[in-house]
């Protein structure tokens, strides 16, 4: 079973807290890396830094981070080797599928002020199903990195 980890700050708490058990009906274990409770002032970096940690080091596991708008969630993640975080805030969800295609996401970062749960769980969903081409050309690129 995939190991999904999933953290937010006090903007995504109230999603997090939605997604946890969405995630478990999907056929993932997940592990909550926080906040366990709402934390008005506390800061992204607190949770996500340690979120993309363990997703860099266990191998085959993803994640989800949330906050306001999912870009400083992403900017702390992506600061971890090995992780690649995409943002998802609404609109086209294509651009999730193609993050998981093309560039072997293994983050998803969403902005829970722009998102319904509905469409968070959308998102997540197609996030967790959709693999990595493993096109040539896209281990190519990511070689790169």
């Given amino acids: 079973m995939r190991k999904i980890y999933i953290a937010s700050d006090h903007a995504g708490y109230e999603l997090k807290e939605a997604l946890v058990p969405y995630i478990g009906t999907l056929g993932f274990e ?12 506390d800061d992204y970096p607190d949770y996500i830094l340690p979120a993309a940690t363990k997703i860099a080091t266990d191998e085959g596991s993803m994640g989800i981070v949330i906050g306001g708008s999912g870009q400083g969630e992403a900017m702390a993640a992506n600061r971890i ?39 968070a769980k959308e998102a997540v969903a197609l996030f967790l199903a959709t693999p990595f081409s493993a096109d040539e050309r896209h281990v190519r690129r990511l070689g790169k990195f």
């Fill in 30 to 41: 997940v592990e909550d890396l926080g906040p366990l409770t709402l934390v008005p002032e």
């Fill in 81 to 119: 080797r090995g992780v690649r975080t995409l943002v998802y805030y609404g609109g086209n969800l294509a651009i999730v599928g193609l993050g998981r295609e093309h560039n072997d996401a293994n983050v998803l970062s969403l902005g829970a002020r722009f998102l319904s749960e509905d469409e």
